[in-house]
């Protein structure tokens, strides 16, 4: 099976700039939808972004759309998501999730494997 690992949280200023990476372990991303959901503190997890294995297909929540971009590195068997123009409520524990299949999924219940997350905080 797949398992996601995450990396690049961190901490940043509103208006900066990171880059999440989520790494394959065990076996490769081939054939899977990655997606990345967040959890804020008292909060339920959301949706945030999704990519589709091929054709690439991307999809956002509103409420990141034209700040961040998801990719994938099928060489690298990796996918980002470069998050720009941070707010402060974009500060949460980000996770990535895999999905065997394509298709527009946007459900937390669709996702088998999760990462353990990856804390992103954005100070005003």
């Known amino acids: 099976q797949v398992q996601p690992v995450e990396s690049g949280g961190g901490l940043v200023q509103a208006g900066g700039s990171l880059r999440l990476s989520c790494a394959a372990s065990?076996?490769?991303?081939?054939?899977?939808?990655i997606a990345w959901f967040r959890q804020a503190p008292g909060k339920e997890r959301e949706f945030v972004a999704a990519?589709?294995?091929?054709?690439?297909?991307?999809y956002y929540a509103d409420s990141v759309k034209g700040r961040f971009t998801i990719s994938r590195d099928n060489a690298k068997n990796t996918v980002y998501l470069q998050m720009n123009s941070l707010k402060p409520e974009d500060t949460a524990v980000y996770y990535c999730?895999?999905?065997?299949?394509?298709?527009?999924?946007?459900?937390?219940?669709?996702?088998?494997?999760w990462g353990q997350g990856t804390q992103v905080t954005v100070s005003s």
């Open positions: 999730a895999a999905a065997a299949g394509w298709g527009v999924k946007k459900r937390k219940n669709e996702y088998d494997y």
């Open positions: 065990g076996r490769t991303f081939t054939g899977y939808t």
């Open positions: 990519v589709n294995w091929s054709p690439v297909i991307t």
